[in-house]
């Protein structure tokens, strides 16, 4: 048997009586034996033999000479199938699809269906169209699109960020010149999300199984804030935990190498920012040298309260990470919370696993204990390691060379057509100086927001030390 027929048949044991009714669909090979066969017999008794309607097998007959000509694997002529409604009506609702995602507008499937059946209802008026699922999913497969989750940084980076990205290194080199700051004397700090339940996105399981599940004590929306602040040198700040609540319990105090606090909702506060500054970041006891802090721009860190607090307090120049560049340009973003977090999610599992856990009268395990996070979090940090750290400022375009020798190290550097655009701004335009000595404001070229150092103050606020946030 040759490999025509050995598809045929393989083709003609698959047909059966339950699924004849359905839609199916033949390879070439098949519809030539379909035809010899009714050739050798009659129309009726081969449609019969092979399961499919007369009316198909007189169909193939008459493209008998097509069939011939092409692969016995294909399942369509040239230029069969069905036929779109309107062909310059799919055009204009393409371009219309286009248009919004140029201006980065989400789009969803029944927006497009809707706008689908309005133009069918302006051009065609007295012709009924449905806009159905069927009917949008092929559009989607003619015209080549697909639904997408978005991104945090798209794979070509809008070119609004240049003007951002370009004011924030001038800023920062212009602060080096001035301060000649040690790797020691520069930091930066970002507060991240944790949920006293973490078990992550994925499993091992075997292949074929329906449904993945993975237990959990039923805390995942239980969050508390992580403030993590590290230096140039590589070296790492305690981390500040923020718990939801009002009392702290006197038993969190026990566990060394992490600062608790409480907070209504958790979240970081400026009365907390203002505690970190000069708790941990250190006041000017702390440093006679001046100082440059990194972080984004939370509302919490533009206060007038907490920019004064860093500069006569903590003698620090602030410099604010533009909005929307924290992936390009804040050294935690870059490096540090994803290992952080995916340790931290380790350790949660092992418990889970095989940890000490408590349950509840129904048998329910407990969430874990907050002395039990807190031992995560300081685990989770110390596994960050020295040379992480320091790369990660190297990255964000922090302790790169002044004179730009390094800038292909830079994360936002990796996109060509931002690069580009980056250094033409950085090298090509004219040399006024975006940040004086004297520490005047610094205005972002792209909204106006403040990127760094604030010198005038009238406010009188010592700040607070280590005790006082035991």
């Keep these: 048997m040759d490999q025509e027929e050995e598809d045929a048949t393989a083709a003609l044991e698959e047909v059966s009586p339950q699924t004849r009714s359905s839609r199916k669909s033949y390879t070439v090979s098949f519809k030539l034996r379909v035809i010899r066969e009714s050739k050798l017999t009659t129309i009726r008794s081969a449609a019969r033999r092979f399961g499919v309607d007369r009316k198909q097998v007189r169909a193939w007959i008459a493209t008998q000479d097509k069939l011939?000509?092409?692969?016995?694997?294909?399942?369509?002529?040239?230029?069969?199938?069905?036929?779109?409604?309107?062909?310059?009506?799919?055009?204009?609702?393409?371009?219309?699809?286009?248009?919004?995602?140029?201006?980065?507008?989400?789009?969803?499937?029944?927006?497009?269906?809707?706008?689908?059946?309005?133009?069918?209802?302006?051009?065609?008026?007295?012709?009924?169209?449905?806009?159905?699922?069927?009917?949008?999913?092929?559009?989607?497969?003619?015209?080549?699109?697909?639904?997408?989750?978005?991104?945090?940084?798209?794979?070509?980076?809008?070119?609004?960020?240049?003007?951002?990205?370009?004011?924030?290194?001038?800023?920062?080199?212009?602060?080096?010149?001035?301060?000649?700051?040690?790797?020691?004397?520069?930091?930066?700090?970002?507060?991240?999300?944790?949920?006293?339940?973490?078990?992550?996105?994925?499993?091992?399981?075997?292949?074929?199984?329906?449904?993945?599940?993975?237990?959990?004590?039923?805390?995942?929306?239980?969050?508390?804030?992580?403030?993590?602040?590290?230096?140039?040198?590589?070296?790492?700040?305690?981390?500040?935990?923020?718990?939801?609540?009002k009392r702290k319990d006197k038993a969190l105090d026990k566990i060394t190498g992490v600062v608790v606090q409480m907070q209504e909702n958790g979240w970081m506060t400026e009365e907390l920012t203002l505690r970190w500054l000069t708790a941990l970041w250190g006041g000017i006891a702390a440093t006679r040298t001046r100082r440059m802090l990194v972080w984004d721009d939370f509302r919490a860190h533009k206060t007038e309260r907490v920019k004064r607090c860093a500069d006569e307090v903590c003698n620090t120049d602030l410099v604010i990470v533009p909005p929307g560049c924290t992936p390009l340009l804040q050294a935690p973003d870059i490096s540090w919370n994803k290992p952080f977090k995916e340790k931290y999610t380790a350790l949660w599992s092992e418990w889970s696993v095989s940890g000490e856990k408590t349950y509840t009268p129904g048998g329910n395990t407990r969430a874990p204990t907050r002395e039990t996070c807190l031992r995560w979090v300081k685990e989770a940090w110390a596994s960050v390691t020295r040379e992480t750290i320091i790369r990660s400022f190297k990255c964000a375009g922090v302790t790169t060379d002044i004179d730009g020798a390094e800038d292909a190290l830079m994360i936002c550097m990796k996109d060509e057509d931002l690069a580009q655009e980056v250094k033409m701004q950085l090298y090509n335009q004219d040399s006024e100086e975006t940040h004086s000595a004297t520490g005047e404001e610094i205005e972002n070229e792209a909204d106006g927001e403040q990127l760094a150092i604030y010198e005038d103050s009238d406010l009188d606020f010592d700040g607070f030390t280590a005790d006082d946030l035991l």
Excluded at 137 to 149: A, C, G, N, P, V
Excluded at 228 to 235: C, M, Q
């Design 68 to 245: 011939l000509a092409c692969p016995r694997n294909r399942r369509r002529l040239d230029g069969a199938g069905g036929k779109p409604a309107d062909e310059e009506l799919e055009e204009e609702l393409l371009q219309w699809l286009r248009q919004l995602r140029a201006a980065r507008q989400r789009v969803t499937r029944k927006m497009l269906m809707n706008e689908a059946a309005r133009l069918y209802r302006v051009y065609h008026d007295d012709r009924h169209f449905m806009a159905s699922e069927g009917w949008l999913r092929r559009f989607m497969s003619r015209k080549q699109i697909t639904l997408r989750r978005r991104t945090t940084v798209a794979q070509r980076l809008p070119r609004e960020l240049a003007g951002r990205i370009s004011n924030y290194i001038r800023t920062v080199r212009n602060l080096r010149k001035v301060h000649t700051y040690r790797a020691e004397e520069m930091a930066a700090m970002d507060e991240t999300g944790l949920w006293l339940d973490m078990p992550g996105n994925s499993t091992l399981e075997e292949v074929g199984t329906r449904t993945v599940a993975v237990k959990t004590t039923g805390h995942e929306k239980n969050r508390f804030t992580v403030v993590l602040g590290a230096r140039a040198d590589g070296s790492r700040m305690h981390p500040m935990v923020i718990f939801k609540g």
